[in-house]
Nanobody
Framework: QVQLVESGGGLVQPGGSLRLSCAAS????????MGWYRQAPGKERELVAA???????NYAESVKGRFTISRDNAKKTVYLQMNSLKPEDAAVYYC??????????WGQGTQVTVSS
């Protein structure tokens, strides 16, 4: 069983920044694709950003130019730098790990609140 532990959520004013972290308990972190998803109340969970094992990234249109996903394979951690936050970015953010064999794991989520 792989554990994903997210951190870094919290309350921030519109226009502010947060950095989310997701630490994975797997020795093959460098071989797995990682993603950040979010789910706002009453909405479906959606992909925010993803990074493959070789470092290729993709983003939801709504966050392009504001969010940056990155990974540190030595620390087995993926990050989501969120800048210029808007109230509509408020959600529970989840980390997901996708393994080459098709297995996938979710973190427990971290709350991001954007409010003045």
């Amino acid at each position: 069983q792989v554990q994903l532990v997210e951190s870094g959520g919290g309350l921030v004013q519109p226009g502010g920044s947060l950095r989310l972290s997701c630490a994975a308990s797997t020795s093959i972190f460098r071989f797995i694709d990682m993603g950040w998803y979010r789910q706002a109340p009453g909405k479906e969970r959606e992909l925010v950003a993803a990074i493959t094992s070789d470092g290729t990234t993709n983003y939801a249109e709504s966050v392009k130019g504001r969010f940056t996903i990155s990974r540190d394979n030595a620390k087995k951690t993926v990050y989501l730098q969120m800048n210029s936050l808007k109230p509509e970015d408020a959600a529970v953010y989840y980390c997901r790990a996708s393994f080459p064999n098709g297995a996938g794991y979710w973190g427990q989520g971290t709350q991001v609140t954007v409010s003045s």
